[in-house]
C-alpha cells in the first residue's frame, strides 16, 4: 500500500474481529515502524508490551477495563501498552547517542557539529539544563512515542490490521505488568483485524487545513491548492466522508453481532 | 412495572427515537420494554429516576456523571441479568439492551462483547 493510501485508510476501528489472531510477524512490522520513528538525540524514549488478550486471565481482563473501554477489549485479541521511559533524561545518554550520530554523518560539521562540541559543550550547556526540567522531560519522551506510535499505527493499516488508541487503566496495569516507575504510560493500542468496514464507511470529519495552518503569521491561513487536493483524492490520502446511513445500519449490525447496546 | 408504564416514561421515549427502535417490530419493542420494567422493579426505580439517580451536580453548578453511581448500576445490571438466569448471548445482550437504554439517555456506559 502508498504511504498516503495508509495515512488515509487509517480509522480508530472499534470492532474487531474477537477470534481473528494476529500474526506476531505483523506485530513486529509494527514494533519495527515504531523504531524507525524520528527521535531528537536519538535516545530510544518509546517503550512497548505486547500483550495478547487470550494469554490474560478473565479477571484480568476484566480489571483492565475503563469506563470508554470495555466491549473493546474483548474483542481485540493484541493490546500494545506504549511508554515513555523517562530513564531517556541522562545526560550520558544524549553524549553517546549525539557522537554516534556525528559517527555516522548525521550530524556534520557543515552544521557546527563534531565530537569536540558534544563533549565539551552541548552536554553541559544545553542537555543537562533541559534535562533539569521536568516539563521538559515530559513533554519530549511523549511526544517522541507518539511519533513512534503513530507509525506503528500505519504499519498495521499497511499489514491490514485495525487499530485505535484507548486509556489505560493505570492502576491494574501497573499491578498486573509490573512496569517501572519511570516509565510512564501513553496509550494502549487495541490491534485486530477489523470486523466493520476497515474504512468505516468513508473518512471522518476533518476541518480544512486553512483553519489550523498558516503561511508566515498567524494573520495568513494557509491556502489550500485546489489541484494538490484533487491529487490527494486520486491517492487515497483524501477520502468521501461517512455515508451516515449507511454507516448506521452497519454499526446496529455489528452491535447485534457482538450482543452490544443499540 | 407494566410495559405500558414503562412505555410512558419521557426517558424511554428519548431511547426510543435516539436509538430509532420504533420501526423495530412489536415483539422486540416489548421485549425491551418488559426488560426494563423487571430492571426497574429489582432496583425499585422508574426508569426516569434511573437516569437522573446517575447524573450530579458539580461544585460550578454543571451536570456530571457519578462514576461511582455508575459503576454500582452497571454491577446491578449484571446482577439482575444472572438473578433472571439470563445465560450466554442471552446475559450479554440483555445487559446492554439496558445499557442503551442509559447510553441513549446521556450515561456513558459501556458493556461486555459477546465473542462467541
Given at each position: 500500500?502508498e504511504?498516503?493510501?495508509?495515512?488515509?485508510?487509517?480509522?480508530?476501528?472499534?470492532y474487531f474481529?474477537?477470534?481473528?489472531?494476529?500474526?506476531?510477524e505483523?506485530i513486529?512490522?509494527m514494533?519495527?515502524?515504531?523504531?524507525?520513528?524520528s527521535?531528537?538525540?536519538?535516545?530510544?524514549?518509546?517503550r512497548?508490551l505486547?500483550?495478547?488478550r487470550?494469554?490474560?486471565s478473565?479477571d484480568t481482563?476484566?480489571?483492565l477495563r475503563?469506563p470508554t473501554?470495555?466491549a473493546?477489549l474483548?474483542?481485540?485479541p493484541v493490546?500494545?501498552?506504549?511508554?515513555?521511559?523517562?530513564?531517556?533524561?541522562?545526560?550520558?545518554?544524549?553524549?553517546?547517542?549525539l557522537?554516534e550520530?556525528?559517527?555516522?554523518g548525521?550530524?556534520?560539521?557543515s552544521?557546527?557539529?563534531?565530537d569536540?562540541?558534544v563533549d565539551?559543550?552541548?552536554v553541559g550547556?544545553?542537555i543537562?539544563p533541559m534535562?533539569?526540567?521536568?516539563?521538559v522531560?515530559?513533554?519530549?519522551g511523549?511526544?517522541?512515542?507518539?511519533l513512534?506510535i503513530?507509525?506503528?499505527?500505519?504499519?498495521a493499516?499497511d499489514?491490514?490490521?485495525g487499530?485505535c488508541?484507548?486509556?489505560?487503566?493505570?492502576?491494574?496495569a501497573k499491578?498486573?505488568?509490573k512496569?517501572?516507575?519511570?516509565?510512564v504510560p501513553?496509550w494502549?493500542?487495541?490491534?485486530?483485524?477489523?470486523?466493520?468496514?476497515?474504512?468505516?464507511g468513508?473518512?471522518r470529519p476533518?476541518?480544512?487545513?486553512?483553519?489550523?495552518?498558516?503561511?508566515?503569521?498567524?494573520?495568513?491561513?494557509?491556502e489550500?491548492?485546489?489541484?494538490?487536493?484533487?491529487?490527494l483524492?486520486a491517492?487515497?490520502?483524501?477520502?468521501?466522508?461517512v455515508?451516515?446511513?449507511k454507516?448506521?445500519?452497519?454499526?446496529?449490525?455489528l452491535?447485534q453481532?457482538?450482543?452490544l447496546?443499540? | 412495572?407494566t410495559?405500558e408504564e414503562?412505555?410512558?416514561a419521557?426517558?424511554?421515549?428519548?431511547?426510543?427515537d435516539s436509538?430509532?427502535?420504533?420501526?423495530?417490530?412489536?415483539e422486540?419493542?416489548?421485549?425491551?420494554?418488559?426488560?426494563?420494567g423487571d430492571f426497574?422493579e429489582?432496583i425499585g426505580?422508574?426508569?426516569?429516576?434511573?437516569?437522573?439517580?446517575?447524573?450530579?451536580?458539580?461544585k460550578?453548578?454543571?451536570?456530571?456523571i457519578?462514576g461511582?453511581?455508575?459503576?454500582?448500576?452497571?454491577?446491578?445490571i449484571?446482577?439482575?441479568?444472572?438473578?433472571?438466569g439470563?445465560t450466554g448471548?442471552?446475559?450479554i445482550?440483555n445487559?446492554?439492551i439496558?445499557?442503551?437504554?442509559?447510553?441513549?439517555?446521556?450515561i456513558?456506559?459501556?458493556g461486555r462483547?459477546?465473542?462467541?
Open positions: 500500500m504511504l498516503k493510501q495508509a495515512m488515509g485508510n487509517r480509522r480508530s476501528i472499534r474481529q474477537p477470534d481473528k489472531p494476529v500474526e506476531k505483523k513486529q512490522v514494533l519495527e515502524a515504531a523504531n524507525r520513528a527521535r531528537s538525540g536519538n535516545i530510544d524514549y518509546w512497548a505486547v500483550v495478547y487470550d494469554e490474560l478473565p481482563l476484566d480489571a475503563v473501554t470495555t473493546d474483548d474483542m481485540a493490546q500494545i501498552y506504549w511508554f515513555a521511559d523517562m530513564s531517556y533524561a541522562d545526560p550520558d545518554n544524549f553524549r553517546r547517542n557522537k550520530l556525528v559517527k555516522v548525521a550530524l556534520n560539521p552544521h557546527g557539529w563534531s569536540a562540541y565539551e559543550n552541548v550547556q544545553i543537562t534535562l533539569s526540567d521536568p516539563q522531560v515530559g513533554w519530549m511523549t511526544i517522541e512515542t507518539g513512534a503513530c507509525q506503528a499505527m500505519l504499519a493499516v499489514e491490514g490490521l487499530v488508541l484507548h486509556a489505560i487503566n493505570l492502576g491494574t499491578q498486573v505488568f512496569f517501572p516507575d519511570h516509565w501513553c494502549t493500542l487495541l490491534v485486530g483485524y477489523p470486523a466493520e468496514d476497515p474504512l468505516t468513508g473518512q476533518r476541518r480544512s487545513i486553512s483553519s489550523m495552518a498558516y503561511v508566515n503569521n498567524l494573520d495568513t491561513p494557509w489550500e491548492i485546489p489541484a494538490v487536493t484533487e491529487r483524492k491517492e487515497g490520502l483524501i477520502q468521501n466522508p455515508d451516515v446511513d454507516r448506521a445500519a452497519e454499526v446496529r449490525k452491535a453481532r457482538f450482543g447496546p443499540e | 412495572m410495559p414503562v412505555a410512558a419521557p426517558s424511554v421515549g428519548r431511547w426510543f436509538a430509532r427502535l420504533h420501526s423495530d417490530s412489536e422486540e419493542k416489548q421485549l425491551r420494554y418488559r426488560l426494563l426497574c429489582h426505580q422508574s426508569p426516569d429516576e434511573l437516569v437522573a439517580g446517575l447524573i450530579r451536580t458539580t460550578a453548578g454543571e451536570t456530571a457519578s461511582k453511581r455508575r459503576a454500582a448500576m452497571d454491577a446491578s449484571d446482577e439482575f441479568v444472572e438473578k433472571s439470563f448471548r442471552d446475559a445482550v445487559g446492554n439496558i445499557r442503551s437504554f442509559l447510553v441513549h439517555n446521556g456513558f456506559i459501556q462483547a459477546w465473542r462467541g
